[in-house]
């Protein structure tokens, strides 16, 4: 690091070792590889125009695995999604503390309605612009299930609180009605009991993060 250069908590600072363990390396090179494929396909008679795009997600539901720059339990951040209505949908992150492993380390979780307003075709496939509202649950130690709004709660582990969002979330056809899904997410959150978990985090949050699967 440069001298005089300085870190705080909030900082958006990818682990050395990237935030991908291998599995989603290989989960990433498998989408890759199916948008790759599938391009001989996707011929078009309009001499070279790009094909048309639906005006909603194709999708109803999609599940998505990736890295997140506000985790460091060495999980990787997993995200189901479902659209309610045309470009509304709702989604959750996180690396799945205390549901499914009990790593240790801090992590956000994330539960937000997005609503897309831009929409493009691009690399044959479809990028649609989002924003998003929610909320934002930070842990910084094994914490009690439901949320913890204001204050900590006696552990100090975890606090929550608002938070904002805009995403760019890119689709492609695989194979029937099963779509690849990437999806890259920057915002930040206002945890009001932040200073007072039981290792001080910083009130406002940015994070970063990216994902990829599929929806249907």
Known sequence: ????????????????????????????FLVV???????DGDGDDRGGAPP?????????????????????????????EARLWGGLAVEGCGTGAQAWHNQDGAE?????????????????GRLGLRAGLGFAELSVAADQL????????????????PEASISAQWTRGLVGAVDAVATFTVGGAYI???PALVLPRDQLQPF?????????
């Open 33 to 39: 590889l199916g948008g790759v494929a599938r391009a």
């Open 52 to 80: 048309p795009i639906t005006r909603d997600p194709p999708y109803r539901i999609n599940l998505r695995v990736g890295g997140a720059s506000s985790d460091r339990n060495g999980m990787p951040t997993v995200c189901g």
């Open 146 to 161: 439901g949320f913890q709004f204001g204050d900590p709660d006696v552990t100090g582990a975890s606090a929550a609180g």
């Open 208 to 216: 970063a993060s990216f994902e990829v699967g599929v929806g249907w």
């Open 108 to 124: 956000m979780m994330h539960l937000r309605s997005t609503f897309e307003v831009v929409r493009r075709p691009i690399a044959g």
């Open 1 to 28: 690091m440069a001298a005089g250069a300085t870190s705080t908590a909030s900082s958006i600072d990818l682990p050395a070792r990237g935030p991908y363990p291998p599995r989603v390396r290989v989960l990433l």
């Open 192 to 194: 009001d009991g932040a």
